[in-house]
């Protein structure tokens, strides 16, 4: 369904999140990777503001920003992991 030119975008404030529909995910400046004994790469933001965007399988994108110190752990098959708290905004 597509947004009208002027429509409002929903931001949320969410806490501990999943998602296996990830099919991409953009991370912008401000992002320290390492990866952990189970093959997760972990992405930590070293600001506040943090922003990743992220394509869902479902064809829906949704810009994720985060505090300092927030993670996104991704894995294979499309997982990722969202730390709490950080902000969605439908896009």
Do not use: C
């Amino acid at each position: 369904m597509a947004k009208a030119k002027g429509q409002a975008k929903v931001v949320k404030r969410e806490n501990q999140v999943y998602s296996s529909r990830v099919v991409r995910s953009e991370f912008g400046n401000y992002w320290r990777t390492s990866l952990t004994r189970s093959g997760y790469v972990v992405y930590t933001a070293t600001r506040n503001d943090a922003k990743v965007t992220v394509l869902l399988s479902t064809g829906a994108s949704k810009l994720l920003v985060f505090p300092r110190g927030g993670k996104v752990l991704v894995g294979g098959g499309g997982v990722s992991h969202y730390s709490k708290p950080h902000v969605a905004i439908d896009l």
